[in-house]
């Protein structure tokens, strides 16, 4: 049938891992500041590697038959990307590199405000979190994973040789399309992930 590979419609074998972030870009933020990223990418691992959040894209990849002939490097980046150029309020949440066949997921970009004074985000159990708090890492998670599934449907869309404009709008729709519903399983990751830390 498929041939093995890291995507693989019907089968859940992806693995996530962090982006080693390159010397020149660690001493640009402070001990603080890496903290929380690195926290934070620890998080989104977690959400990914979630068994129920798994089991949902699984069959998102299933209903959309995704199968790759060959690995896809899938890798949670540190440190959020720059603004896009020329729109400095849209900011890059991943990216698909078709030569490398690899997908980059960045973080939100946040305020200095929360990586200041958003320590606990990453360390309070999730139920001891202010209600913003519980907002804003419910985003992250949830961002995390419409991300994803945006990227990996580029991934299966790659070869259809479809202009890059209408590639982009079909991904959009299907995306949100695909984002529906995920309310409950979300909210019980990010809760679990907060129990389940490794820090
Ligand atoms: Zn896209």
């Known amino acids: ?37 690195f926290d934070y990418a620890n998080f989104v691992i977690q959400i990914i ?30 440190f959020p990307a720059r603004p896009l150029r020329g729109r400095s309020n849209r900011v ?3 990216s ?24 606990d985000l990453f360390k309070a159990p999730y139920n001891e979190l202010a209600p913003r708090e519980k ?22 869309f790659e070869r259809r040789g479809m202009a890059a404009y209408v590639e982009e709008s079909l991904v959009r729709k299907l995306e949100s399309h695909y984002m529906e519903g995920w309310e409950e399983t979300i909210a019980q990751a990010v809760h679990d992930a907060s129990l389940n830390r490794t820090s």
């Open 135 to 156: 907002r804003l890492i419910y985003e992250m998670a949830e961002t995390a994973i419409a991300t994803f599934v945006h990227e990996v449907l580029h991934v299966k």
């Open 1 to 37: 049938m498929s041939q093995t590979a890291p995507l693989r419609a019907g089968g859940w074998n992806v693995e996530v891992r962090i982006a080693n972030p390159p010397p020149a870009l660690l001493v640009k933020y402070t001990n603080k500041e890496k903290t929380f990223f």
């Open 49 to 78: 590697r979630d068994p129920s959040v798994a089991e949902k894209l699984g069959q998102i990849f299933t209903a959309e038959q995704v199968n790759t002939d060959r690995p896809v490097d899938i890798r949670v980046m540190v």
């Open 96 to 119: 698909y590199r078709h030569s490398a066949a690899q997908i980059s997921l960045y973080p939100l970009k946040l305020s200095r405000d929360w990586i200041r004074n958003g320590f």
């Open 92 to 94: 890059l949440h991943g």
